[in-house]
Structures are given as C-alpha cells and as structure tokens.
C-alpha cells in the first residue's frame, strides 16, 4: 500500500476548473469526501452546486483540474464508467419514471451496478430503508406523491450499492414527515458506514446534525470548510442567508 492511499481513497477534487461555454463557474475547487463521512455542499442558489455535483459524476468536462475516486484518477472516465466505480448520483429535482413501476424504477436503477451485484436483484436494504416502496411495488411512479418520488430516486441509486452517493437537495420542496423519512435514510446509510455521502443542501440544521464535513462555495470558490458544529453567525450571515 503507498503512503496516499488511505487519503485518496475516498472521493477528491483538487483545483477543478469547470462551466458552461464561454462561462467559468466552478474556480479551483478543492474538496474530499472520506469513506464513510457524510459531506455537506453548501451555498445559496447559483453558487455552482449543482454544476460541482455534474462534474464529479461527469455529465460536465472539467475545464483543469482533476477527480480522483477509490484512488484512481477517474477524470476522464465516462459517467457510466464512474457508475460502474461506485458512486450514485440522485439529480436535483425527482427524477424518476413516472410510467414505469416501482420496481422497474428500481430494477432500473440496478443496472448502474457490477454484474456480480445485478444478478443478486433489489437488496433488500433498499426496502429497509424506504418500506413504503415494498408497499407500492407495483404501482406507477408517477402514482407517488413528491416526497416518495424522492424516496424512490434515492432507492434507486441505492439499488446499485453505490459506495458513494452524491444527493443534490434531495428535501427540496418536500413535505416535512417525508424530509424526516429522508433523513432517516441517510442517518441509517452513515450507520452502516459502507456509503459516503455528498449532500447539497440549505438546511443549516439538517448540515449540523448529520454531516461530519461542511463546504460553503460562493460564485464558484470554496469560502470556507469544516466541522459543522463550528459554522460561525457571521460565515452563515455572509455565504449562507438569502
Ligand atoms: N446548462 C447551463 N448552461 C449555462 N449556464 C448554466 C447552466 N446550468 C447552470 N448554469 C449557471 O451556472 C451557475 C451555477 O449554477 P448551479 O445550478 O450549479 O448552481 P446551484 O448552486 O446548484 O444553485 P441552485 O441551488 O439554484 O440549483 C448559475 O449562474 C447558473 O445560471
């Protein structure tokens, strides 16, 4: 084993450069999800989380810098290939099949895996987490109110096992029994600890209580960074509050 590898092992960006066209939106940033930390991206809207969120799954080329995942340079790598690496991507927004069943959402959401881990089906960890869709199995997606839409895109990228997991406002716009059930899930995630999470999200509570590491970008830049319970009045008061 070389010296970096326990560092590297988990998820790191490291000065990336990325946007759209001519637009530069991202600007050396620099940041690591260790294995087993839930991570929280934070920042008012437009700041770039999303696009922060797109290139680490590589749906945007970064302009510079690199990516570097389980300790391999996955910069270059397809998003399929970065899927098949392990990490899961639940897009801002619920962005499941409306028409599809349930467990075709799911079984959907399987195909992202190794085929070691296609052939053994929906583990049942996934039910675990969200019982309601053992429940709806069968019935339409677009049957589902919001929230458990949310749910289900979560199980979804669950379904694939994903070793990292990178969830971009999954509260947004959700009913407040169901942001609980959501909660719940990435609590019961970290327990398990074989999961890393990256969450984007503006709930300063929810970033306390559950993230181990907090990020703040503004207009692109990291502007500050740490243990959650640390975010001071005034770091909140300048980058955070609209
Ligand atoms: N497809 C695109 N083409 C051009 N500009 C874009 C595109 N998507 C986003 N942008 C711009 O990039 C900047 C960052 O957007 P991004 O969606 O990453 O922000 P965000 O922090 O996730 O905000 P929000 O919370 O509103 O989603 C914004 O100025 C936005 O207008």
Redesign the pocket.
């Known amino acids: 084993m070389t010296k970096d590898s326990g560092v590297n092992a988990g998820l790191r960006l490291q000065a990336l450069e990325a946007g ?2 001519e ?1 530069m ?1 991202l600007r050396q940033v620099t940041l690591q999800v260790k294995p087993g930390q839930v991570v929280c991206l934070m ?10 969120m797109k290139t680490i799954i590589g749906l945007i080329k970064p302009r510079s810098g690199s990516i570097s995942y389980a300790g391999q340079d996955i910069t270059r790598f397809s998003p399929d290939l970065r899927a098949k690496a392990g990490i899961g991507y639940v897009p ?1 927004g619920r962005d499941i099949f409306p028409q599809l069943t349930i467990e075709e959402n799911l079984l959907l959401g399987l195909e992202a895996a190794p085929s070691k881990l296609r052939k053994a089906g929906i583990p049942d960890s996934v039910f675990e987490n969200f019982p309601i869709l053992r429940e709806m199995l069968h019935r339409k997606g677009g049957d589902l109110s919001g929230g458990q839409q949310q749910q289900l895109a979560i199980a979804r990228a669950l379904a694939a096992e994903p070793r990292l997991l990178l969830l971009d ?1 999954p509260m947004e716009g959700i009913q407040p029994s169901i942001v609980q059930d959501i909660e719940r899930a990435i609590e019961a995630i970290k327990k398990i600890g074989n999961t890393s999470v990256l969450l ?1 999200e503006q709930s300063l509570t929810f970033a306390t209580s559950i993230a181990d590491y907090y990020y703040v ?1 503004d207009k692109g830049v990291i502007v500050a960074e740490g243990d959650p319970s640390q975010l001071s009045e005034e770091m909140v008061r300048k980058h955070l509050v609209v």
């Open positions: 759209y066209g637009s939106i920042g008012r809207n437009g700041v770039g989380k999303t696009t922060t801002q406002e984007v970008l």
